[in-house]
């Protein structure tokens, strides 16, 4: 919450109806159970993802977006990522 604009600070958005706003604290969304427990592991103790598979996997995404998407991958360990909407607009 430390990089929310506080009430005494310019403001570079006109719209101020989105939440939270200072001094409202941020929203995080919870991983209930064993699932958020599989996703740390994964993507702390997971095999990792060569760039040549991340490559492979990455190969339909738009020019634009296809190292953003390598990158991802790698990181994440995910190659399913690769399919997402996101990389391919």
Same mark, same amino acid.
């Given at each position: &919450? &430390?990089?929310?604009?506080?009430?005494?600070?310019? #403001?570079?958005?006109?719209? #101020? $109806? @989105?939440?939270?706003?200072?001094? =409202?604290? %941020?929203? @995080?969304? &919870?991983?209930?159970? #064993?699932?958020?427990?599989? *996703?740390?592991?994964?993507?702390?103790?997971?095999?990792? *993802?060569?760039?040549? !598979? !991340? =490559? &492979?996997? %990455? !190969?339909? !995404?738009? /020019?634009?977006? #296809? $190292?953003? %998407? *390598?990158? /991802?991958? *790698? =990181? $994440?360990?995910?190659? /399913?990522?690769?399919? /997402?909407?996101? @990389?391919?607009?």
């Amino acid at each position: &919450e &430390e990089w929310q604009v506080r009430s005494d600070e310019p #403001k570079l958005f006109q719209d #101020k $109806t @989105y939440v939270p706003q200072h001094p =409202a604290r %941020c929203i @995080y969304d &919870e991983i209930e159970g #064993k699932e958020k427990s599989n *996703i740390r592991r994964r993507l702390s103790l997971g095999d990792p *993802i060569s760039p040549e !598979a !991340a =490559a &492979e996997a %990455c !190969a339909q !995404a738009s /020019d634009q977006k #296809k $190292t953003f %998407c *390598i990158q /991802d991958v *790698i =990181a $994440t360990g995910f190659l /399913d990522l690769a399919s /997402d909407g996101f @990389y391919h607009s």
